[in-house]
């Protein structure tokens, strides 16, 4: 699986045995984030699905994204849900902008046990 590289965001892919690791670097400042986003993500979700595994969304070293990529992520979660595919984001709680921004998704955390939202 390819890395993404989209103007200053980079998005770099670990496969490791049951996970696609997708480790977000830069930053996220794009006005449509979800036209780079969308596409790449399908991807990663089919390839998950098709094999077994699950996503984990890194955000660690992700200096800064905007309200539109919250946008794109909400939708990266709906459609990985649709797929079957367990989808975790891992942020730094640390971090007050990370903190606030991931919080606002835990209202998409389910019993189904497909969507999860960790701090480190």
Same mark, same amino acid.
């Given at each position: #699986?390819?890395?993404?590289?989209?103007?200053?965001?980079?998005?770099?892919?670990?496969?490791?045995?049951? *996970?696609?690791?997708?480790?977000?670097?830069?930053?996220?400042?794009?006005?449509?984030?979800?036209? =780079?986003?969308?596409?790449?993500?399908?991807? @990663?979700?089919?390839?998950?699905?098709?094999?077994?595994?699950? *996503?984990?969304? +890194? $955000?660690? =070293?992700?200096? +800064?994204?905007?309200?539109?990529?919250?946008?794109?992520?909400?939708? *990266?979660?709906?459609?990985?849900?649709?797929?079957? *595919?367990?989808?975790?984001? @891992?942020?730094?709680?640390?971090?007050?902008?990370?903190?606030?921004?991931? =919080?606002?998704?835990? #209202? $998409?955390?389910?019993?189904?046990?497909?969507?999860?939202?960790?701090? @480190?």
């Amino acid at each position: #699986m390819e890395s993404l590289v989209a103007g200053d965001l980079q998005v770099e892919i670990v496969e490791q045995p049951n *996970v696609f690791r997708c480790n977000w670097k830069g930053r996220s400042t794009a006005r449509r984030p979800s036209d =780079e986003l969308k596409p790449y993500f399908e991807k @990663v979700l089919a390839a998950a699905a098709e094999q077994s595994r699950s *996503v984990e969304m +890194h $955000f660690e =070293e992700l200096g +800064h994204f905007n309200s539109s990529t919250i946008g794109a992520l909400i939708v *990266v979660i709906q459609d990985a849900r649709r797929k079957k *595919v367990k989808l975790s984001l @891992v942020y730094d709680s640390k971090l007050k902008w990370q903190r606030l921004s991931f =919080e606002a998704l835990r #209202m $998409f955390e389910k019993s189904d046990g497909l969507f999860e939202l960790r701090s @480190v």
